[in-house]
């Protein structure tokens, strides 16, 4: 059997892997600045990490939620602490993408309507109502065309004022990234963000953090959305939750309420998606990756500010885009010639999204890449 082409690929097969660097077949190193896509959060193969699933598996590895699971209540209470969100409800699938298709069901549960807001250059997954929510048509099958879910420009409050003037009480959720990360590292803006918690308020819709790939201390915060100081109604997490293992979740406020039956998987919170996400937020919490990621980010951030070659540098804490003329030909030089990978976004944005313990030094292997080449273009410019 053949695989099902979907994804163009790098030439690279990974065999190993230790902290912010991959190893491929041929015992080469890769910095991973890229993070397996914002996913490797603690590091890869951190001994805490390891330890942690290999001990879980030997005592046991699924039992489905039709038991006590005590695991669960365990995560739900390291998660409430660390996220500063110990009021909130906790429910666990497997994927981004589930976790805003959950996110949006309960909001139209909750509220008994049916319309979602949703953003100019957002991403929000590939499953129905994700994809729907999703601003890329060619992703959207027809089946998945909805005329439920309405765009509006991103960051424009008066658009978003005129929307809940005349639609806020058919209004189940407005949707959002706290940084849009597919979309090319956009930050939403304070005024934003504060403008969706006073719209949702006032007419009862729900407002939901879309946090999959800008949550999870990436930021420096554990919601990029607290730099807003605005508390939202659910949260929608993965990616860097289980540091590569397939856990995701929805964290809810206390007024939306349950019921047997309202939200379901087969997988979801299994024991071992537990011990991953646990081990992830013990490391979190036990080396300060948050205040790790916020200096390093920093720090980082004002380097690529020196090169005047980048336009934009922008970003928050280790979610970090910029643009560049010579997108593809940089971004192919900095893996096949220095051995770096980073993530990319349309048209020309070089996305950031390193382990939260990246060090200094490794990412001055990646400075110095880059000047190189910036050096490099200069003069064959020059020569030209
Ligand atoms: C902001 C955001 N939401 C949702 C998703 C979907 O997550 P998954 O691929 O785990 O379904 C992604 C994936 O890139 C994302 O960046």
């Known amino acids: 059997m053949k695989l099902f082409d979907v994804y163009?690929?790098?030439?690279?097969?990974?065999?190993?892997?230790?902290?912010?660097?991959?190893?491929?077949?041929?015992?080469?190193?890769?910095?991973?600045l890229y993070g397996g896509?914002?996913?490797?959060?603690?590091?890869?193969?951190?001994?805490?990490?390891?330890?942690?699933?290999?001990?879980?598996?030997?005592?046991?590895?699924?039992?489905?939620?039709?038991?006590?699971?005590?695991?669960?209540?365990?995560?739900?209470?390291?998660?409430?602490?660390?996220?500063?969100?110990?009021?909130?409800?906790?429910?666990?699938?497997?994927?981004?993408?589930?976790?805003?298709?959950?996110?949006?069901?309960l909001a139209s549960f909750h509220t008994g309507r049916k319309k979602i807001i949703a953003f100019t250059g957002a991403f929000h997954g590939r499953t129905s109502l994700a994809v729907s929510a999703t601003d890329n048509s060619s992703i959207i099958a027809p089946v998945n065309e909805s005329n439920q879910v309405h765009f509006l420009p991103f960051n424009d409050v008066e658009a978003l004022e005129s929307w809940f003037a005349e639609e806020g009480s058919n209004t189940a959720a407005v949707l959002v990234e706290g940084i849009q990360g597919v979309g090319g590292i956009r930050v939403a803006t304070d005024a934003f963000l504060q403008a969706i918690r006073r719209l949702c308020l006032a007419s009862g819709a729900?407002?939901?953090?879309?946090?999959?790939?800008?949550?999870?201390?990436?930021?420096?915060?554990?919601?990029?959305?607290?730099?807003?100081?605005?508390?939202?109604?659910?949260?929608?997490?993965?990616?860097?939750?289980?540091?590569?293992?397939?856990?995701?979740?929805?964290?809810?406020?206390?007024?939306?309420?349950?019921?047997?039956?309202?939200?379901?998987?087969?997988?979801?919170?299994?024991?071992?998606a537990c011990a991953a996400a646990l081990a992830v937020l013990e490391v979190i919490q036990e080396e300060q990756l948050m205040q790790q990621a916020a200096q390093t980010g920093s720090w980082l951030q004002a380097q690529l500010r020196s090169f005047p070659a980048l336009e934009q540098v922008r970003g928050r804490g280790l979610m970090i885009g910029f643009d560049v003329p010579e997108h593809a030909s940089l971004?192919?030089?900095?893996?096949?010639?220095?051995?770096?990978?980073?993530?990319?976004?349309?048209?020309?944005?070089?996305?950031?999204?390193?382990?939260l313990n990246l060090k200094p030094e490794d990412a001055m292997l990646f400075l110095d890449a880059i000047r190189q080449e910036l050096q490099l273009q200069k003069q064959a410019e020059q020569a030209y």
Request: charge should be positive.
């Open 37 to 105: 896509h914002a996913v490797i959060s603690i590091g890869h193969t951190h001994p805490h990490y390891v330890a942690r699933l290999n001990r879980q598996l030997g005592k046991i590895g699924f039992y489905s939620n039709s038991v006590k699971l005590s695991i669960q209540q365990e995560l739900a209470e390291l998660l409430g602490e660390v996220s500063g969100k110990k009021e909130f409800q906790l429910f666990l699938c497997n994927s981004g993408a589930e976790a805003n298709e959950n996110a949006m069901k």
């Open 206 to 272: 729900v407002f939901i953090a879309d946090s999959v790939q800008c949550g999870y201390g990436r930021t420096g915060q554990f919601f990029s959305h607290d730099y807003s100081g605005v508390q939202a109604d659910i949260y929608s997490v993965a990616k860097g939750m289980g540091n590569g293992f397939p856990v995701a979740g929805i964290l809810i406020a206390p007024h939306i309420r349950p019921w047997h039956g309202m939200l379901g998987t087969t997988f979801g919170g299994n024991p071992l």
């Open 331 to 355: 971004r192919n030089n900095l893996l096949y010639k220095h051995k770096i990978f980073t993530g990319a976004a349309k048209p020309q944005v070089i996305r950031l999204l390193p382990a």
């Open 8 to 32: 163009p690929l790098q030439e690279v097969q990974i065999a190993q892997a230790a902290g912010s660097f991959v190893w491929d077949e041929h015992g080469q190193r890769y910095l991973d």
